[in-house]
C-alpha cells in the first residue's frame, strides 16, 4: 500500500497551508478555548513566521502538494526537546499523519541530542493526550496557565 502523503521540513511557501491546517484541525474545540489561547494556538501570518525561524517545522503533504498536517520542535536545552503545534487536517485524522510527524519530530530532536521530549496540551484535546500517551507520553504533573485555561504537560524518553 502506497502512503497517501510525504513529510517534510515547512518552507515559507507553506505558511498559508499551516495556517489552514491548525484552523481545521483547532476549529471543533474554539468553544472551549479562550479567544487568547485560541488565536496563539492556529497563529497568525506573524506568529507563524516566529515560530518558523525558532523552532523546526514539519509538514505532511498530500500528493498535490496541500499541507494536510503539521508540527514543530525545538531543543530547549542540552538534552531536551519540546514539540508544539501538532495538527491534523480534520478530513485527514485517522490516517497515520500524526503518528509520521511525530516521528519526524522526535528524530530529528534525537539528531540533535536530545534524549526526553516534552509537549503542553490542553484538557479539550482528549484525543490528542490518548495519541500521545500511546506513543510513550506521560504526565509530567507540571500545569501551567494558557492565556486563562489550564496547560498540561507531558514528558517523553527517546530511546536509541
Request: charged letters at 25%; glycine letters at 10%.
Amino acid at each position: 500500500m502506497t502512503r497517501e502523503f510525504s513529510i517534510r521540513r515547512a518552507v515559507a511557501g507553506d505558511a498559508t497551508g499551516i495556517l489552514r491546517c491548525l484552523r481545521s484541525a483547532f476549529e471543533p474545540y474554539r468553544s472551549s478555548y479562550t479567544p487568547a489561547a485560541y488565536q496563539d494556538t492556529v497563529l497568525t501570518e506573524e506568529t507563524l513566521e516566529k515560530r518558523m525561524n525558532s523552532m523546526a517545522v514539519f509538514v505532511a503533504l498530500d500528493r498535490p502538494g496541500d499541507v494536510v498536517g503539521t508540527i514543530a520542535c525545538r531543543v530547549v536545552s542540552p538534552g531536551y526537546g519540546h514539540l508544539r503545534g501538532m495538527a491534523v487536517r480534520n478530513d485527514w485524522q485517522g490516517k497515520g499523519v500524526a503518528q509520521e510527524l511525530l516521528h519526524a519530530a522526535e528524530a530529528d530532536l534525537a539528531e540533535r541530542g536530545c534524549t526526553r521530549v516534552t509537549l503542553n496540551t490542553t484538557d479539550p484535546l482528549k484525543r490528542a493526550v490518548h495519541f500521545y500517551e500511546r506513543n510513550g507520553y506521560y504526565g509530567s504533573g507540571e500545569s501551567k496557565n494558557f492565556f486563562g485555561m489550564p496547560l498540561f504537560g507531558y514528558e517523553k524518553v527517546l530511546t536509541k
